[in-house]
C-alpha cells in the first residue's frame, strides 16, 4: 500500500531564505509526482507535476526533484516570500492508477 | 477556461440529512475524482468516474455514501444520513483522461458541516 510522508509538518522561516519541502513515497512503481498549494479554506493549486521519466521541474522560484528509485522528492523554494505562506502537499499517482495519493502537507510560514 | 467548479463551498445539515455536492469539471474533461480531507488528515481517495460510469470506488464507504456523472450535468457525491464523522472536506479534481502523465485540477471544495 503506497504511503506518502511530509516532513516537517511546519516550517517557519524569515522572508528571503531558500527553503526545502520533503517528500518520501513507499512505492516507487508511480506514473508522476505533484506538489499542490493549499491555502486555508481554499482548493488546492498545482505548482509542479513531475513525470516518473523526469528528474525534475521547474517554475518560477520553485523547483522539483525527483528520485523515484529512493521514493524520494523535494520542493525548493527560492527567496521565500510572505506570499508564499500556505499548506505545500505532495501526491504521488499510482502505476496503473488514477488515484492521487497525498501526504499530510508541510504548513510553511514566511515571516515578514 | 473556467477551472472545476463546485457548489455549494459551504454545507450544514443536521444529523440524518441527506448532502448533495455537486462538480463541473474543467471544459473538455470527461474524467472526475472525488477526495475528501478530514481535519488534520491528508485528502484521501474516494471514487473515479467517467460519464455515466464509476470506475474505481475503492475508497468510498461502503453505506451511505453514493457518486453519479451523468451524461448531461455536473457529478454529484451524495451522502444519506449524515453523521457528525462526514463533517470535512470534499474536494472534486478532473482530468482529460487516462494518460500516465494526465494532470488533475482541482476544485475549491466543499465544507460540509454536520450538526
Known amino acids: 500500500k503506497q504511503e506518502v510522508t511530509q516532513i516537517p509538518a511546519a516550517l517557519s522561516v524569515p522572508e528571503g531564505e531558500n527553503l526545502v519541502l520533503n517528500c518520501s513515497f513507499t512505492?516507487?512503481?508511480?506514473?508522476?509526482l505533484q506538489w499542490f498549494r493549499q491555502d486555508p479554506g481554499k482548493g488546492l493549486t498545482s505548482l509542479l507535476l513531475?513525470?516518473?521519466?523526469?528528474r525534475e521541474q521547474t517554475s518560477g522560484r520553485l523547483n522539483a526533484s525527483l528520485d523515484k528509485s529512493s521514493g524520494r522528492s523535494t520542493l525548493y523554494i527560492a527567496a521565500s516570500q510572505p506570499g508564499d505562506s500556505a499548506t505545500y502537499l505532495c501526491a504521488v499517482r499510482e502505476g496503473g492508477s488514477e488515484k492521487l495519493v497525498f501526504g499530510k502537507g508541510t504548513k510553511l510560514t514566511v515571516n515578514p | 477556461n473556467a477551472g472545476v467548479m463546485q457548489n455549494p463551498r459551504h454545507l450544514v445539515r443536521r444529523r440524518g440529512q441527506e448532502a448533495r455536492l455537486r462538480c463541473s469539471p474543467m471544459k473538455g474533461h470527461s474524467h472526475v475524482y472525488w477526495y475528501r480531507q478530514l481535519p488534520e488528515e491528508g485528502l484521501k481517495f474516494m471514487v473515479y468516474l467517467q460519464k455515466e460510469n464509476i470506475i474505481d470506488e475503492s475508497g468510498m464507504p461502503k453505506e451511505r455514501f453514493s457518486a453519479e456523472f451523468p451524461k448531461e450535468g455536473p457529478s454529484i457525491l451524495r451522502i444519506q444520513q449524515v453523521v457528525r464523522g462526514d463533517s470535512a472536506a470534499y474536494f472534486c479534481?478532473?482530468?482529460?483522461?487516462?494518460?500516465?502523465?494526465?494532470?488533475?485540477?482541482f476544485g475549491q471544495g466543499t465544507r460540509l458541516t454536520v450538526v
Open positions: 513531475i513525470q516518473s521519466s523526469q
Open positions: 512505492d516507487s512503481a508511480i506514473y508522476n
Open positions: 479534481a478532473s482530468s482529460k483522461g487516462v494518460h500516465q502523465n494526465t494532470e488533475a485540477f
